[in-house]
């Protein structure tokens, strides 16, 4: 497990980036955050350890934005899928089987259909600038980052 304090959107998006430092293809990041955690800012510091181009913005509504990099990134927003058959019209089984990175906010929706090895980061906001990140399912993330 790796824990750490964010104290700044910046903070989380630095240690986002050295997170994505030890990402390999078929990765799949699971959120866990309410509403306003820094669940985005951390999409921004991944997307850019891991090369990507482009503004990394929330997919509420297009449900998976695409970042092309050295490792590409999907990101998405699961609030509003409801199941398998929601899940498969968006092609999101098809998205695992990609040379890619999967960041998945509002994850606890799929949590039935999310793979056995998936990384999961919880984002608690302890106050309007402070959050604490917390990092399990992989042994990669043994060790703390710092905080």
């Given at each position: 497990?790796?824990?750490?304090?964010?104290?700044?959107?910046?903070d989380?998006?630095?240690?986002?980036?050295r997170?994505?430092?030890?990402?390999?293809p078929g990765d799949?990041?699971?959120?866990v955050?309410?509403?306003?955690?820094?669940k985005?800012?951390?999409?921004?510091g991944?997307a850019?350890?891991l090369?990507?181009?482009?503004t990394?913005t929330?997919?509420?509504?297009a449900?998976?934005?695409r970042?092309?990099?050295?490792i590409p990134?999907?990101?998405?927003?699961?609030?509003r899928?409801?199941?398998f058959?929601s899940?498969?019209?968006?092609?999101?089984f098809?998205?695992l089987?990609?040379y890619s990175?999967?960041?998945i906010?509002?994850?606890?929706n799929?949590t039935?259909?999310?793979p056995?090895n998936?990384?999961?980061?919880?984002i608690r906001?302890?106050d309007?600038?402070?959050?604490?990140?917390t990092?399990?399912?992989?042994d990669?993330?043994?060790?703390?980052?710092?905080?």
């Open positions: 497990m790796l824990k750490f304090v964010s104290n700044s959107e910046q989380t998006e630095k240690a986002a980036e997170i994505a430092e030890k990402l390999v799949v990041i699971a959120y955050g309410g509403l306003g955690a820094g985005t800012a951390f999409t921004r991944l850019r350890g090369g990507c181009d482009g990394v929330s997919p509420t509504f449900i998976v934005n970042y092309e990099g050295k990134l999907n990101h998405f927003d699961m609030y899928i409801d199941g058959d899940l498969y019209s968006i092609g999101f098809d998205y089987d990609e990175i999967c960041a906010e509002w994850s606890e799929i039935e259909y999310l056995e998936t990384i999961y980061i919880e906001r302890v309007d600038n402070v959050r604490e990140i990092v399990t399912g992989d990669r993330f043994a060790d703390n980052i710092g905080d």
